[in-house]
């Protein structure tokens, strides 16, 4: 089994910064993906980011190109979303996700193991 703990959300205004951080613990060893899924309210969840273990792949959601960056700590067992540049758009509750095997990172139903959310607000 893996644990997810997010923690980073909060209330923005338009145009600034977060990062959130989600801390993985228990068989870590087996994570292969790590993923950012975002869910706003009445909308199904949708892919925002995702990083290979080794970190030497990460795909972006088209909406998030060039504001979010994902990264990872090995070392920590801990994967961060920045975010720049928010909008009223990226309002959602956001949830990391763990993934075990290879495959497609964009799809929610790959991924085995997920946090419990941490809510963003972005005001105008």
């Known amino acids: 089994q893996v644990q997810l703990v997010e923690s980073g959300g909060g209330l923005v205004q338009a145009g600034e910064s977060l990062r959130l951080s989600c801390a993985a613990s228990?068989?870590?060893?087996?994570?292969?993906?790590m993923g950012w899924f975002r869910q706003a309210p009445g909308k199904g969840r949708e892919f925002v980011a995702a990083i290979r273990r080794s970190g030497d792949a990460t795909y972006y959601a088209d909406s998030v190109k060039g504001r979010f960056t994902i990264s990872r700590d090995n070392a920590k067992n801990t994967v961060y979303l920045q975010m720049n540049s928010l909008n009223p758009e990226d309002t959602a509750v956001y949830y990391c996700?763990?993934?075990?095997?290879?495959?497609?990172?964009?799809?929610?139903?790959?991924?085995?193991?997920w946090g419990q959310g941490t809510q963003v607000t972005v005001s105008s």
């Open positions: 228990g068989r870590t060893w087996s994570i292969y993906h």
């Open positions: 996700a763990a993934k075990e095997f290879g495959g497609s990172a964009i799809f929610s139903s790959g991924y085995n193991y």
